[in-house]
């Protein structure tokens, strides 16, 4: 039962350009979502959220933006950068646990 | 270092060993959850603790694996008997635990991982 998606295992980009992750979902129960950058060898590191009550958040490069009817969000880095490259995970949230389920990631490669 | 901190890093096990992973949470967390990732896959949940408090086990398997967080000292994932399949990374999150506050005080704090290799 996989609850969160991410269906592009990989994704190439110039530098300077726009980097767009993207993630589906079923669990009609999250509320809330966040996506973590991950290098080899490390855990996941906090990128940026957004509550089920909003439809964009803007964070410096990184901006998320949901679509609930569509239960589809995406991340988009602008202009994108070498130290960008690593792997990307969505995640959701129910509202009644802490507990995160995770996407299986998609990995992204800045190169010059 | 004020992170999640985890130990071992990297640990080798044979078939049938078990296996212990511990988990320092960040100062002030006083909640824990592990996740497991199998190679090419997400992470997927495992447990969540508080001290002394199983909050939720549904990711756990039902056998060999069990977690504790005693009121002192680090969390500690067990997993009794090692197979091949636990070949996996182990990583440990932590937060404050505040539900209900709202989202940014419930935000998980990822540790390094542990990295098992069962042999």
């Known amino acids: 039962d996989q609850q969160v998606k991410q269906n592009s295992p990989s994704l190439s980009v110039q530098e300077g350009r726009i980097s767009i992750l993207n993630c589906d979902y079923t669990n009609s129960m999250f509320d809330y979502f966040l996506w973590y950058k991950k290098y080899p060898a490390e855990g996941p590191t906090f990128l940026i959220s957004i509550s089920s009550i909003k439809d964009k958040n803007e964070d410096g490069r990184f901006t998320v933006f949901l679509n609930k009817s569509a239960k589809h969000l995406s991340l988009h880095i602008v202009p994108s950068q070498p130290g960008d490259s690593a792997v990307y995970f969505c995640?959701?949230?129910?509202?009644?646990?802490?507990?995160?389920?995770f996407g299986t990631g998609t990995r992204l490669q800045v190169f010059p | 270092n004020a992170g999640v901190m985890q130990n071992p890093r990297h640990l080798v096990r044979r078939r049938g060993q078990e296996a212990r992973l511990r988990c320092s949470p960040m100062?002030?967390?006083?909640?824990v959850y592990w996740y497991r990732q199998l190679p090419e896959e997400g992470l997927k949940f495992m447990v969540y603790l508080q001290k002394e408090n199983i909050i939720d086990e549904s990711g756990m398997p039902k056998e060999r694996f069990s977690a504790e967080f005693p009121k002192e000292g680090p969390s500690i994932l067990r997993i009794q008997q090692v197979v091949r399949g636990d070949s996996a990374a182990y990583f440990c999150a932590s937060s404050r635990g505040l539900a209900g506050v709202g989202p940014s005080y419930n935000e998980q704090f990822f540790g390094p991982g542990t990295r098992l290799t069962v042999l």
């Open positions: 100062k002030g967390h006083s909640h």
């Open positions: 995640a959701g949230r129910s509202y009644n646990t802490d507990k995160l389920i």
